[in-house]
């Protein structure tokens, strides 16, 4: 009654699933089984059979009609803002086209063993996995190979491994042009919050803000040079240091908006007026900046684009095509609003 | 191999899939074919078998440790903002204790045929379905019955059909305690602002505002009540009116923090201080409240809760049981912060 899953090698390709249970010494329903995720397999075969199907280049063909309703996994690292929200519309949309449902993970916050939510991943069969800023290892990135399901990282933390498709956004030139908008202000004396230093986003901004200082024959002062979480309360802790040193800097370049409203924050509680004392650039442009007065000057980070991207390349993937490029990093954009101006004086 | 899909009736139950192949002239792959939410059954056949299998009371089995990995659908009218994401993680708490993945949709954003939608749903076979002040007819819960998915509603919009499982928080009792802290500080002229008319907690939360005022001794101004949409623009524009009035309220209690945000914004504008010359109550404490100085006075709504107490009906239903309580109010909690204070003068 249920479509067989026994699938066929492609063509071209000499492995099949009756070769490899050969070279294995198992059955076809074992290898079978390990293709499909199920639990009821040895471990010590599973590794046999997987190491099998990834070095004999096997390829199962998806059947897209099958009775197996499509899903698409959607996994972040930690889900706990309206950026989140973006990703998830993003993939929502271009999942819709697909005719596929999104299955949603958090792993930072999850209360599940993370290698037990690997397990249930597999046997659910996704059509493909987007990750963002959420990590595989080695050995995941293998199992998820060697039963073709395809995996798309969206602005991974560190430098993703070589042939793994990957969205960003143009982190360098948002910093670049941040800056150099501060700097057409008249200000020589910008501050720049970032993420966390393992982000490789953080880091690629802080070197546009230094691009843009060193080309501006500005010399780059360490001290105004800080790195820490991308939320309200590490914008507000390093502003209300960077605010309260004697040779205070005149503008902010905040790595997110959040952090901006924090920086915003210390300002207010300094007696500093935005942008008469202070002007402040943010980033991502969130709908929160349109909440607050006065509106945020920051570089718009396309994330729901980035999300979809991220989505139609694992579609692509899934149906056994490869996309036209495997590393997209969309165009950011300076949004010029009321928070930046000249400086006083 | 696989687990067999054919149910058996539930003891006492005289219904079984063979009965109403029989009753409905059809096989009983087809009636099969109907609870699994298989396409390939022509409309007017399913509409008969769905019916005859509502009828009988037929309660299929659920083989709880089948190889289909588990699915629990959360579906939004609407997901803008860090209300939903609250929600979601909610669910997603109460899901990973179940060991489920939880599947997301958004209807009122999302680019997909609501027919179409609901279809592939069914096709998912889901453990059961989270509705988040989203509406099923008549015919999608028939559908639903007919293949044992529970189905469990937070925040309906409007008043839940009998014995349709809801979770939602004590409006009523929220206006109630946020208006009568407003009358304690000795303000006289309350304003409010809620959500849609339509909205069924909306108008909850209006009438613990008039139960206060009344017992208060307080009349109810009919132009300070106001209806709008629950997002920052609709708190704005109510606020300016009713603050560019020439007797203004001394308070607003705006029926959500992104109101109260609109609200604070339209202050400003004026030149008016809070609290000092208008004091703000808001609704749901999501972390925004944090981000903005002065803290904002809301009232408390327990969303991530209020989610895992509707996933936990969910799955206590999908085991055959009934839940303990099939309408549960979770209670609500005024928090007071700065933005309130005794009226000038």
Same mark, same amino acid.
């Given at each position: 009654?249920?479509?067989? $899953?026994?699938?066929?090698?492609?063509?071209?390709?000499?492995?099949?699933?009756?070769?490899?249970? #050969?070279?294995?010494?198992?059955?076809?329903?074992?290898?079978?089984?390990?293709?499909?995720?199920?639990?009821?397999?040895?471990?010590?075969?599973?590794? +046999?059979?997987?190491?099998?199907?990834?070095?004999?280049?096997? +390829?199962?063909?998806?059947?897209?009609?099958?009775?197996?309703?499509?899903?698409?996994?959607?996994?972040?690292?930690?889900?706990?803002?309206?950026?989140?929200?973006?990703?998830?519309?993003?993939?929502?949309?271009?999942?819709?086209?697909?005719? #596929?449902?999104?299955?949603?993970?958090?792993?930072?916050?999850?209360? +599940?063993?993370?290698?037990?939510?690997?397990?249930?991943?597999?046997?659910?069969? $996704?059509?493909?996995?987007?990750?963002?800023?959420?990590?595989?290892?080695?050995?995941?990135?293998?199992?998820?190979?060697?039963?073709?399901?395809?995996?798309?990282?969206?602005?991974?933390?560190?430098?993703? $491994?070589?042939?793994?498709?990957?969205?960003?956004?143009?982190?360098?030139?948002?910093?670049?042009?941040?800056?150099?908008?501060?700097?057409?202000?008249?200000?020589?004396?910008?501050?720049?919050?970032?993420?966390?230093?393992?982000?490789?986003?953080?880091?690629?901004?802080?070197?546009?803000?230094?691009?843009?200082?060193?080309?501006?024959?500005?010399?780059?002062?360490?001290?105004?040079?800080?790195?820490?979480?991308?939320?309200?309360?590490?914008?507000?802790?390093?502003?209300?240091?960077?605010?309260?040193?004697?040779?205070?800097?005149?503008?902010?370049?905040?790595?997110?908006?959040?952090?901006?409203?924090?920086?915003?924050?210390? #300002?207010?509680?300094?007696?500093?007026?935005?942008?008469?004392?202070?002007?402040?650039?943010?980033?991502?442009?969130?709908?929160?900046?349109?909440?607050?007065?006065?509106?945020?000057?920051?570089?718009?980070?396309?994330?729901?684009?980035?999300? #979809?991207?991220?989505?139609?390349?694992?579609?692509?993937?899934?149906?056994?095509?490869?996309?036209?490029?495997?590393?997209?990093?969309?165009?950011?954009?300076?949004?010029? +609003?009321?928070?930046?101006?000249?400086?006083?004086?």
């Amino acid at each position: 009654m249920s479509t067989s $899953p026994a699938p066929d090698p492609e063509p071209g390709h000499p492995a099949s699933i009756t070769s490899i249970a #050969a070279e294995a010494g198992v059955s076809v329903p074992t290898v079978s089984k390990v293709l499909n995720g199920r639990p009821d397999v040895a471990a010590e075969t599973r590794a +046999r059979v997987e190491g099998l199907i990834e070095r004999s280049g096997y +390829r199962r063909r998806r059947a897209r009609q099958s009775s197996r309703p499509a899903l698409v996994d959607l996994v972040f690292h930690e889900m706990n803002s309206v950026w989140a929200t973006q990703i998830i519309r993003g993939v929502e949309r271009a999942a819709a086209e697909e005719r #596929a449902a999104v299955v949603l993970s958090e792993l930072g916050g999850a209360h +599940r063993p993370p290698g037990e939510w690997f397990d249930d991943l597999l046997a659910r069969r $996704p059509l493909g996995v987007i990750l963002v800023l959420a990590e595989l290892d080695e050995e995941q990135r293998a199992r998820l190979t060697a039963r073709s399901i395809p995996f798309v990282f969206v602005d991974t933390a560190g430098e993703p $491994p070589p042939g793994v498709p990957t969205v960003g956004s143009t982190n360098w030139a948002g910093g670049l042009a941040a800056t150099r908008h501060l700097i057409s202000l008249g200000h020589e004396r910008i501050a720049v919050i970032s993420g966390p230093t393992t982000v490789l986003c953080s880091r690629a901004r802080v070197d546009g803000y230094r691009s843009a200082l060193e080309s501006g024959g500005i010399p780059v002062a360490p001290e105004l040079v800080r790195y820490g979480d991308f939320y309200v309360n590490g914008g507000y802790s390093h502003g209300m240091d960077l605010l309260t040193r004697p040779d205070r800097p005149t503008a902010i370049f905040a790595g997110s908006d959040f952090q901006a409203l924090g920086v915003m924050r210390a #300002a207010g509680e300094l007696g500093l007026s935005v942008p008469g004392d202070l002007s402040i650039v943010g980033y991502d442009d969130l709908p929160v900046t349109e909440w607050i007065g006065p509106g945020l000057t920051t570089v718009r980070q396309p994330l729901p684009e980035m999300a #979809a991207t991220a989505a139609q390349m694992v579609f692509t993937l899934a149906r056994g095509e490869r996309p036209a490029v495997e590393r997209i990093d969309l165009a950011t954009e300076l949004v010029v +609003r009321q928070s930046t101006a000249p400086p006083r004086g």
